[in-house]
């Protein structure tokens, strides 16, 4: 795995944290985390304190979310990362379904910009793309960067680190 990307710009890595690893979140929903998601991240800080969250997410405003973690003493431990398909998978082994999400996500984007998940899912034919494309992201980050992923329903209860290198949670 390469290191870690910087805030902002997915395709220009910088260095990992240097005792704790990765451990990232992915939302493509509301523009704010709702309360229950935000104690998904204090959990997983809690048991991971040097480690880096980087949450990947073009729909979250980015300062409203990291306010909320700088109020609790989290100030440079989690990032929003805004992200290009291309740039992300171009390299990997599923760079044409990459390009192929990228296709659909511009064609079917709202007037805010916002994808459109029933435009997308009638596009390319299935009903569970919002569980596809996260799988697929997932498994892409882990790939690129190493890690641990957590969903936003997961609360972390016990240090991870012990049990694998790469790993979803």
């Known amino acids: 795995p390469s290191a870690c990307p910087r805030d902002m710009e997915p395709s220009a890595p ?7 690893g990765n451990i990232f979140f992915v939302w493509e929903d509301a523009p704010l985390l709702p309360p229950g998601h935000l104690l998904a991240v204090r959990s997983a800080l809690h048991h991971h304190p040097t480690s880096r969250i980087w949450i990947f997410s073009n729909s979250l405003q980015s300062e409203a979310t990291l306010a909320t973690f700088r109020a609790h003493g989290f100030d440079d431990t989690v990032r929003v990362v805004r992200y290009d398909l291309l740039a992300l998978s171009g390299s990997s082994p599923s760079a ?34 919002r569980t596809q494309f996260s799988d697929w992201l997932r498994v892409l980050l882990l790939w690129r960067y190493g890690g641990l992923y957590l969903d936003f329903d997961v609360l972390v209860m016990a240090n991870l680190e012990r049990h694998s290198k790469n790993m979803f949670g």
């Open 14 to 20: 910088q260095p990992p944290p240097a005792v704790g």
């Open 96 to 129: 044409d379904l990459g390009q192929l999400l990228h296709d659909v996500i511009l064609r079917t984007r709202d007037a805010q910009g916002r994808w459109n998940l029933t435009e997308a899912a009638a596009a390319l034919k299935t009903r569970q793309l």
